[in-house]
């Protein structure tokens, strides 16, 4: 995530490892802070280009394979994945293939949530693969005539498809019960690449 920062009529690029818009209000609470005890903001925000999300927590890695993962495995509710979802167009990310796990926080009406969701996501990417609980819906959403997307009800599975595919990036999001961080055991991540851009103003 990128964003220009405007304070006393200067503008400060501010560039970020973070990954969507979600944890743009946190940013700039941190910033204001900083700003409101009269610091300078300029080391505070050369300080958050390299600062890493969390573990498994919509971090970014390279994996051996050549291609780019957005890990977001532990916690998936669904105002979040929603969020997400929304931030896409602004990333522009080219050849995206997005897993959708297992998803938290949906009591009622299940297949509804998730056909919903494949549903907005298969304009945006180039590949949905559907795993887990998100798998159960592939019968539906063939005969609504979306076809974009796979099915790989396992981690295994996932780690099987994306092995045949060519680099590019894949955003992985599940909750924990899917353990679809197996899917890095198979890749052994590398060093981190450049923050992902999403521009805001």
């Known amino acids: ?95 995206l293939t997005f897993v959708i796990g297992d998803l938290s926080d949906i009591r009622s009406n299940n297949s509804a949530h998730y056909r919903k969701l494949a549903r907005r996501l298969s304009p945006l990417v180039e590949t949905v693969v559907l795993a887990g609980r998100s ?23 996932v780690s099987r498809y994306l092995d045949s595919r060519p680099p590019g990036v894949v955003y992985l999001k599940s909750n924990g019960s899917l353990q679809l961080w197996r899917v890095l055991d198979q890749v052994a991540p590398a060093a981190g690449p450049p923050p992902v851009p999403n521009r805001q103003e």
């Open 135 to 157: 798998a159960e819906q592939a019968a539906k959403l063939s005969q609504e005539g979306i076809t974009n997307f796979v099915v790989a009800p396992t981690a295994l599975d």
């Open 1 to 95: 995530m990128a964003f220009d920062l405007v304070v006393d009529g200067r503008t400060y690029p501010v560039t970020t490892r973070f990954v969507g818009t979600m944890m743009l209000t946190n940013l700039l609470g941190a910033l204001a802070v900083v700003h409101g005890h009269g610091l300078p903001l300029e080391p505070a925000i050369a300080r958050l280009a390299s600062e890493e999300p969390a573990n498994e927590r919509m971090n970014v890695l390279t994996g051996r394979d050549g291609k780019t993962y957005i890990v977001d495995v532990r916690k998936a509710p669904l105002w979040s994945t929603e969020l997400l979802v929304d931030d896409l167009p602004r990333m522009a990310i080219p050849d």
